[in-house]
T-cell receptor, first 112, second 114 residues
Framework: QKEVEQDPGPLSVPEGAIVSLNCTYS??????FMWYRQYSRKGPELLMY????GNKEDGRFTAQVDKSSKYISLFIRDSQPSDSATYLC????????????FGGGTRVLVKP | GAVVSQHPSWVICKSGTSVKIECRSL??????MFWYRQFPKQSLMLMAT?????????EQGVEKDKFLINHASLTLSTLTVTSAHPEDSSFYIC??????????FGSGTRLTVV
C-alpha cells in the first residue's frame, strides 16, 4: 500500500464546473499538506499549503484537511481551461527541510 | 518570489556518455536541495537529498555512483548522470525548501538517452 493514495484520473469537467480532488494517506505523523499543479514537462508549482486540520481558501481554490480521517481535498471553483494540468498532493512530517511524500497525481481536463 | 533555475530544460545524449544538470537558487541560499525523477504519467520519486558542503543522502535503490550529486555552494547543486543508458531517460526535477515549509521547484530537465 502506498503511503499517499491519489486517483490518477483523468478527471474531465466542463468549463465553470467545480473540480474536486482528494488524497488519502496512512502516516498519522504528517502535519504539513500541500497541493501542487504541474503542467506537462514543467516543474510543480505550489497552489495551497495547510498545516494540520482545517480549511483554507485562496481565490478559486479551497483546501481541506481532515487528519482524523487521513483525508485531504482540493476544490477548484469556476474551473477554466487553463486549469487543465496534473494536480499533486504532497505532505511532510516536519517543518522546512524535510522531504515531501507525493501522491501519484490526478490529471484534470477542463473542456471549454 | 524564490526561484530555482534548472538547466538544461531538455537534453539528448548518446548511451554511455554523462550528462550534468544544474539547479541554481537565484535569490536565496539553498543549503538543501532535493532531486526527483519522474516517469511519464507518474509522480515524483525522490532520488537524493544534497546538503551544501557534505555528501548527499540517497534513497534506497538509487545508485550513488551513477547519479553523482554535488552541492559545492549555497546557490548551486548539480546532478550528473554517468554512463547514461536508455532506461535513465526521464524527467529530473530539483527542489529547495523555503521558510515556512514551502518548497520551490525547478522547471525540470527532460533527459533522453539514445
Amino acid at each position: 500500500q502506498k503511503e499517499v493514495e491519489q486517483d490518477p484520473g483523468p478527471l474531465s469537467v466542463p468549463e465553470g464546473a467545480i473540480v474536486s480532488l482528494n488524497c488519502t494517506y496512512s502516516n498519522s505523523a504528517f502535519q504539513y499538506f500541500m497541493w501542487y499543479r504541474q503542467y506537462s514537462r514543467k516543474g510543480p508549482e505550489l497552489l495551497m499549503y495547510t498545516y494540520s486540520s482545517g480549511n483554507k481558501e485562496d481565490g478559486r481554490f479551497t483546501a481541506q484537511v481532515d487528519k482524523s480521517s487521513k483525508y485531504i481535498s482540493l476544490f477548484i471553483r469556476d474551473s477554466q481551461p487553463s486549469d487543465s494540468a496534473t494536480y499533486l498532493c504532497a505532505m511532510s512530517e516536519w517543518a522546512a527541510g524535510n522531504k515531501l511524500t507525493f501522491g501519484g497525481g490526478t490529471r484534470v481536463l477542463v473542456k471549454p | 518570489g524564490a526561484v530555482v533555475s534548472q538547466h538544461p530544460s531538455w537534453v539528448i545524449c548518446k548511451s554511455g556518455t554523462s550528462v550534468k544538470i544544474e539547479c541554481r537558487s537565484l535569490d536565496f541560499q539553498a543549503t538543501t536541495m532535493f532531486w526527483y525523477r519522474q516517469f511519464p504519467k507518474q509522480s515524483l520519486m525522490l532520488m537524493a537529498t544534497s546538503n551544501e558542503g557534505s555528501k548527499a543522502t540517497y534513497e534506497q535503490g538509487v545508485e550513488k555512483d551513477k547519479f553523482l550529486i554535488n552541492h559545492a555552494s549555497l546557490t548551486l547543486s548539480t546532478l550528473t548522470v554517468t554512463s547514461a543508458h536508455p532506461e535513465d531517460s526521464s524527467f529530473y526535477i530539483c527542489s529547495a525548501p523555503m521558510t515556512g515549509s514551502f518548497y520551490t521547484f525547478g522547471s525540470g530537465t527532460r533527459l533522453t538517452v539514445v
